[in-house]
Nanobody, 123 residues
Framework: QVQLVESGGGLVQAGGSLRLSCAASGRTFSRNAVAWFRQAPGQEREFVAAISGGGQTIRYADSVKGRFSISRDNAKLTTYLQMNSLKPEDTAVYYC????????????????WGKGTLVTVSS
């Protein structure tokens, strides 16, 4: 099994930056695709960014492309989401998720979820 814990959320002004971390446990973590999803109040959980187990494949939602960057350090069992040029529309609870597929961009492609970390962007 894989356990995931997000950190790094908080309050930031529009135009600012935050870096989220997803710390994982599990001996097979490097085989897992990892993705970030987010859910705003009253909205469905949506895909944000994804990275394959070896880091060779990356995908972004159109809404964050050019502003967010996903990376991973398998030696540290950690995946990161660098968020720049933040907008109020980015306000949401951000969730880290992992699955056994090569790349995971939908909720049915992941098997494990963290509890989430709240990002609030003020205008």
């Amino acid at each position: 099994q894989v356990q995931l814990v997000e950190s790094g959320g908080g309050l930031v002004q529009a135009g600012g930056s935050l870096r989220l971390s997803c710390a994982a446990s599990g001996r097979t973590f490097s085989r897992n695709a990892v993705a970030w999803f987010r859910q705003a109040p009253g909205q469905e959980r949506e895909f944000v960014a994804a990275i394959s187990g070896g880091g060779q494949t990356i995908r972004y939602a159109d809404s964050v492309k050019g502003r967010f960057s996903i990376s991973r350090d398998n030696a540290k069992l950690t995946t990161y989401l660098q968020m720049n040029s933040l907008k109020p529309e980015d306000t949401a609870v951000y969730y880290c998720a992992a699955g056994s597929t090569t790349i995971a961009t939908t909720r049915n492609q992941v098997d494990y979820w963290g509890k989430g970390t709240l990002v609030t962007v003020s205008s």
